[in-house]
C-alpha cells in the first residue's frame, strides 16, 4: 500500500472514531444549594443573604458564593439558569461604595423606578450589551438583579427573594 492508501485508512480511523465517541448536545451544569451557602456566607457579609423561594421549575442556580468586588467589598453573588437557558442573577452587599454599584451593572445609566414585589427598584440598562438591571437600594443592603432575559423573568426572580418593604 502506498501513501494514499494509508493517507485513507487514517482518515477512515479518525472518521471511525469521531461517529463512536459520545458528544453532548449541551453543558449541563450541576444545581448548587443556595440555601446552604448562603448559611456558610452569613458571617463573613455581615448580613443575611437573600436566598429565592418558590421559583418556578426550570430554575437552576449555578452559583453562590462571597466574592470580594471593588474597594474590598463582600458581596453575595447568585446566578440562575432560566427555564429558556439565558443566564441571571443577583449581588448583595452592605453599603458598598457607588463604585460598586456602577461595576455590577456594567455602568448601564439609570432610567426609570419601577415598584416589582412590594419596593421600588431603579431599571439600569445597557442596550449594547443586553444587559438589564434592577437596582435595590435597601437602607444598608443593596441588592442588585441582572441578566440578559428580558424584565419578565428578572422579576420572577425578585419576586422569589421576598426582600421585606423598603429594601
Not at 66 to 93: C, E, R
Not at 134 to 141: K, Q
Not at 147 to 153: F, K, L, V
Not at 154 to 165: F, G, M, Q, S, V
Amino acid at each position: 500500500p502506498g501513501l494514499l492508501g494509508r493517507t485513507f485508512a487514517v482518515v477512515v480511523i479518525v472518521i471511525g472514531m469521531l461517529l463512536l465517541v459520545p458528544r453532548p448536545n449541551a453543558v449541563h451544569q450541576t444545581a448548587v444549594d443556595v440555601p446552604a451557602a448562603a448559611q456558610a456566607a452569613r458571617s463573613r457579609l455581615g448580613f443575611v443573604p437573600a436566598v429565592p423561594q418558590g421559583l418556578p421549575e426550570g430554575w437552576v442556580p449555578v452559583q453562590a458564593q462571597v466574592k470580594q468586588d471593588s474597594g474590598d467589598t463582600p458581596t453575595w453573588h447568585v446566578v440562575y439558569i432560566a427555564p429558556d437557558g439565558t443566564f441571571l442573577g443577583y449581588v448583595q452587599a452592605v453599603d458598598p461604595p457607588p463604585l460598586w454599584e456602577n461595576t455590577q451593572v456594567v455602568s448601564g445609566p439609570e432610567t426609570v423606578t419601577v415598584p416589582v414585589d412590594g419596593n421600588a427598584w431603579l431599571l439600569r440598562n445597557r442596550e449594547d450589551r443586553g444587559l438589564t438591571s434592577y437596582v435595590l437600594r435597601g437602607a444598608t443592603v443593596v441588592t442588585i438583579v441582572t441578566g440578559h432575559s428580558g424584565t419578565a423573568e428578572l422579576e420572577i426572580l425578585i419576586a422569589a427573594l421576598n426582600l421585606p418593604a423598603g429594601g
